[in-house]
């Protein structure tokens, strides 16, 4: 579902729907916007690149040492990513997007790779190459607009989720989403189409965390929320079971 399209909230409950349209964004954007500091004079420079985030939400990038980029946050972390939820609107301007600022660092993550593959399965092709590496946004602040007059500014407890505790989740993901693909396709597909909103398809789950789990097909990427965290694979099925069983007696499904 476009974050666009998310239902709207009241007046009144302006920060926690631009907290709740800022998180679905980082979680489903393919690609963003990374603005770094050139090293020679100090100019903005804005590149396009492609984002997948940790299970906390912090966006991670697999970048080349050989571009331009990368050779700027060698000397300066400092960045901005910008994600962008406009596609598809007459009026982009009227559309949600994110400014997440920080520093783009190194990242030695035991799931970055992982994770990142998972959502963009053709860097496989050259993530071995030794130029290339995985950075990590350490996420300082972030600014949302959702249109004209929408404005919040947004610290980073309001968008990244709180792992603690939940490693036995983290570390059986792998397991988790294999079964879920090669067993339960089919079950996929109905989460995307039933309670996301998506056309009918093949649907992948690409990772899971504590506050949901992430679906993609192609070029388009979905957010399956879960109604309340899990900490273990465990609990994770006991939701997937549930929502399940939701999405089949969803009418028409």
């Not at 974050?3 to 709207?8: M, N, R």
């Not at 994770?236 to 007696?249: D, K």
Request: hydrophobic share 45%; net charge negative.
């Amino acid at each position: 579902m476009p974050v666009d399209e998310l239902a709207p909230t009241p007046p009144e409950d302006a920060g926690a729907d631009a907290r709740r349209r800022a998180r679905q964004l980082m979680r489903t954007a393919l690609k963003g916007t990374l603005a770094t500091l050139e090293r020679d004079g100090g100019h903005p420079y804005a590149s396009l690149v492609l984002t997948a985030t940790e299970p906390d939400a912090a966006p991670i990038l697999l970048i080349s040492r050989l571009a331009l980029h990368t050779r700027n946050l060698e000397r300066d972390p400092r960045a901005s990513l910008l994600l962008d939820g406009t596609d598809g609107l007459g009026d982009p301007l009227t559309g949600g997007r994110l400014t997440l600022t920080g520093e783009m660092r190194p990242t030695a993550s035991a799931t970055a790779r992982r994770r990142f593959l998972a959502r963009h399965p053709t860097a496989a092709a050259y993530a071995q190459f030794a130029d290339f590496a995985m950075f990590a946004l350490v996420l300082a602040r972030a600014h949302w607009i959702g249109g004209f007059g929408r404005i919040v500014d947004l610290a980073p407890a309001d968008l990244l989720t709180d792992t603690a505790g939940a490693e036995r989740l983290i570390a059986a993901e792998s397991e988790i989403l294999a079964h879920m693909n090669e067993e339960h396709a089919e079950a996929v597909a109905l989460y995307a189409h039933a309670l996301c909103g998506a056309e009918p398809g093949a649907w992948r789950m690409v990772g899971i965390d504590p506050e949901g789990a992430d679906l993609l097909h192609c070029s388009k990427a979905l957010r399956l929320p879960f109604p309340h965290p899990v900490d273990t694979p465990g609990a994770a099925r006991e939701v997937l079971v549930a929502l399940l069983q939701q999405a089949r007696e969803r009418p028409g499904i």
